[in-house]
């Protein structure tokens, strides 16, 4: 009865929400990804502003499954009126609509109370993990090395060794239970290539200390990184720069990603 139950569980149909950075760059990937979750059944919600709706719509290729839910962008002082997403602002002025996405903290809460999604997937709004935090369970996810098959066979056992020598053989080797997840889980869906989240992302936080760095220093891979071509040359050293550019209100780009990717369920990439 008990492992019916668990399998019940396991094949039920999700309650899925997108919330992707406003830029049709971001917004059609989630939608591609949305449609391929609701092949398999699921449902998804998906938060985006009116206009990107209305261009959209014939993306929607399972509209019984994906539904829009329009988000109505708050004004902040200096951005144009009606400004809805990137292609609305110059480049200079995307920081204030990164402050604006940001002020929709308390609208994004109150969606999700209500809700109730078992999954939520985002890239620049790294505050949907707070909101995750507070309504329900919080987990995190290990990224190894090893395949996820060996980490749970393993790993997912008692962790006294007395306990474990004890056992009998067939008891030493037998899988673990499946659990049910509780709790929203947020995933930190990354649209750009993995090398790319690699060589920018793991390097020095402060910005005091990378802007005192030589140009070889900037753009000096990270250890561990794989590709001695795949790098950037000292004269792309600014390109880095954009990392400690204030993204939103008080926070740098690099603030937004990495709190993201840190404090989320899981993370998971976008591949060609």
């Keep these: ?151 749970a066979i393993s790993l997912i056992r008692s962790p006294e060794k007395s306990v474990f020598m004890a056992s009998t053989a067939a008891g030493k080797v037998r899988p673990p239970l499946a659990t049910e997840i509780g709790g929203i889980k947020t995933l930190c869906y990354k649209i750009v290539c993995p090398a790319t989240s690699a060589y920018s992302l793991i390097r020095s936080p402060e910005k005091s200390v990378f802007m005192a760095s030589t140009a070889a220093e900037k753009v000096r891979p990270p250890p561990g990184y794989p590709s001695t071509t795949v790098v950037l040359h000292e004269h792309e050293a600014k390109l880095l720069e954009f990392l400690f550019q204030e993204y939103g209100k008080g926070v740098t780009i690099y603030e937004r990603l990495t709190k993201g990717m840190t404090q989320c369920d899981a993370i998971a990439l976008k591949t060609c």
Excluded at 23 to 37: K, Q, R, T, V
Excluded at 94 to 108: F, G, K, P, W
Excluded at 124 to 149: D, M, N, Q
Aim: proline share 6%; with cysteine.
């Design 1 to 151: 009865m008990r492992h019916k139950k668990m399998a019940e569980s396991i094949d039920t149909k999700l309650q899925i929400v997108m919330f992707p950075w406003l830029a049709l760059g971001h917004i059609i990937p989630f939608l591609n990804l949305s449609n391929e979750l609701a092949k398999k059944g699921h449902r998804i919600s998906f938060l985006l502003p009116k206009n990107a709706q209305i261009k959209l719509q014939n993306l929607n290729l399972y509209p019984n499954l994906i539904t829009f839910h329009t988000l109505k962008i708050p004004h902040v002082h200096g951005l144009p009126y009606g400004a809805e997403t990137t292609a609305d602002v110059p480049r200079s002025l995307e920081s204030l609509l990164a402050t604006s996405m940001d002020e929709l903290y308390d609208e994004i809460k109150s969606f999700l109370q209500n809700l109730k999604p078992r999954f939520v997937f985002f890239d620049f709004a790294h505050w949907v993990t707070e909101i995750a935090l507070e309504i329900g369970g919080f987990k995190t996810l290990c990224y190894r090395l090893a395949s996820p098959a060996t980490s």
